[in-house]
């Protein structure tokens, strides 16, 4: 069974500039996750989606960033424009359904801002 | 709402060293219980876990017991190795709306392990 996949891997980019990161989550999981994790912190939830729609956004710096999740599987989540405070791993996750379940992690992209 | 205290890091051990890693939780009825493990570079991955009070999860040498009278949930391993250096996050999930749960995860405790 392939896992959730991510890319890029890494990235580097100059502030206020704008980037973008794409997750494929596992063949039939109804919820997927975006995750922020500074050096040395636990995973921060961004957003949380179930099929295409968010069932939580609330640490969600909207000004900023953004995320969807076309025909309920793929998803992107969007920095416009960024900041120092950005850098961080991004990580994405899927879960089977609800999110009580296991959750499935892909390797994160790893974004410095300059 | 649901929430877990985890034992600070970082812990450096010596190789065959027993491991204990606190959590303890607050909840609202008995959720499951996670251990999820993140090595250097990766993503994290499931651990173990335990699905109800008295319940042992065990993998990997690893194991945890959910206990209700103590609402903790520690991780021990008799003997560690150097391949176990990585970052461990204590888990439960926490209910949004009906059926619907996002999970809350401890701070993460660091684990070094010298051979």
């Known amino acids: 069974e392939a896992g959730v996949a991510q890319s890029p891997r890494y990235k580097i980019i100059e502030k206020r500039q704008s980037v973008a990161f794409w997750c494929n989550p596992i063949?039939?999981?109804?919820?997927l996750y975006w995750y922020q994790q500074i050096l040395g912190q636990g995973p921060k939830l961004l957003i949380q989606?179930?099929?295409?729609?968010?069932?939580?956004d609330s640490q969600l710096p909207k000004d900023r960033f953004s995320a969807e999740r076309l025909k309920g599987v793929d998803s992107t989540l969007k920095i416009q424009p960024a900041k120092l405070e950005d850098s961080a791993v991004y990580l994405c996750?899927?879960?089977?359904?609800?999110?009580?379940?296991?959750?499935?992690f892909g390797a994160g992209t790893r974004l410095s801002v300059l | 709402g649901n929430s877990v205290t985890q034992m600070e890091g970082p812990v450096t051990l010596s190789e065959e060293a027993f491991l204990t890693i606190n959590c303890t939780y607050t909840?609202?009825?008995?959720?499951?219980l996670f251990w999820y493990v993140q090595y250097p570079g990766e993503g994290l991955q499931l651990l173990l876990k335990a699905t109800k009070a008295d319940d042992k999860g065990s993998n990997k040498g690893f194991e945890a017991t959910y206990r209700k009278e103590t609402t903790s949930f520690h991780l021990e391993k008799g003997s560690v190795q150097v391949s176990d250096s990585a970052v461990y996050f204590c888990a439960l999930p926490n209910e949004i709306f009906s059926g619907t749960y996002k999970y809350i995860f401890g701070t993460g405790t660091r684990l070094k392990v010298l051979a």
């Open positions: 909840a609202t009825g008995y959720p499951s």
């Open positions: 063949s039939g999981h109804a919820t």
């Open positions: 989606f179930q099929n295409n729609g968010v069932v939580d």
């Open positions: 996750a899927s879960s089977f359904q609800g999110g009580k379940n296991i959750q499935y």
